[in-house]
């Protein structure tokens, strides 16, 4: 079959990926050539830079590089041209970033502060695809002893199990606990059945001595904390 674009080596200078890198920094070059870098190889019909085109576009509910927070390895096998290697390549590429973003929002992170706590778990919980529950324990000083997943629900309803939730924080000897869930629609207003279970989390834990501080929804890039709108 008859070659019908140019390899990266035929390429000018200009827009092979590592040498544009090289003079003019990764900032640079676009999305794909970026992902291409990753990737390093092409196929026999496929170079790089087109695979990686083909990654950016695979998802339509979630082009670009976002939708790389949304692809399974079974997903990104299905892919033509990614084999289990360079699945699991670009698997811990998304974890990379998610674990950098982390990082930058550590030093401030502070757990009387609501939004300091929604920057820190962002990345983590804002492109799940199903519910979660997060349960931050804190000591009487408000430091944090341990953050667990407490439950994983459907696409559009977690479960809190508040029984297991005050059973955790009496085995860790925590005095505060904090809920933190997800919203995979990306919006972060709070249901109906957040608030009350909020309400019934906070009178269990009242009967023992332990404080529900808090309990702040993740969306996409944004957060609601139910103290500070005044539901808890």
């Known amino acids: 079959m008859k070659q019908t674009h140019l390899t990266i080596k035929e390429l000018p200078v200009s827009e092979r990926p590592y040498e544009k890198c090289e003079t003019y920094g990764p900032q640079c ?24 085109i083909n990654v950016l576009n695979h998802s339509s509910h979630h082009p670009g590089l976002k939708g790389l927070n ?38 401030s992170l502070k757990f009387i502060t609501p939004k300091s706590i929604a920057d820190y778990y962002m990345q983590d919980m804002r492109h799940l695809s199903r519910e979660q529950v997060l349960l931050l324990l804190l000591d009487s000083k408000s ?10 629900g459907t696409v559009n309803a977690s479960i809190m199990p508040v029984r297991e939730i005050l059973i955790q924080a009496l085995k860790e ?22 608030i009350n279970v909020t309400k019934r989390m906070k009178e269990a834990g009242n009967l023992i001595g332990i404080t529900l501080m808090d309990h702040i929804i993740i969306g996409d890039n944004r957060y609601i904390s139910l103290r500070e709108q005044g539901l808890l």
């Not at 430091?143 to 994983?152: A, F, N, P, R, V």
Request: charged fraction near 25%; aromatic fraction near 2%; hydrophobic fraction near 45%.
């Open 70 to 107: 949304y692809l399974s390895m079974k997903e990104l096998m299905q892919i033509n041209g990614i084999g289990r290697v360079k699945a699991i390549q670009l698997l811990c590429l998304t974890e990379i970033t998610k674990r950098m973003a982390k990082e930058v929002h550590r030093d």
């Open 143 to 152: 430091k944090l002893i341990k953050d667990m997943i407490m439950s994983t």
């Open 29 to 52: 070059l676009s999305d794909a050539q970026l992902l291409a870098v990753i990737l390093r190889t092409g196929t026999k019909r496929l170079r790089a830079i087109d695979l990686a």
């Open 173 to 194: 000897e925590a005095v505060n606990i904090i809920l933190v869930h997800n919203h995979p629609s990306g919006d972060p207003s709070p249901s109906s059945e957040d």
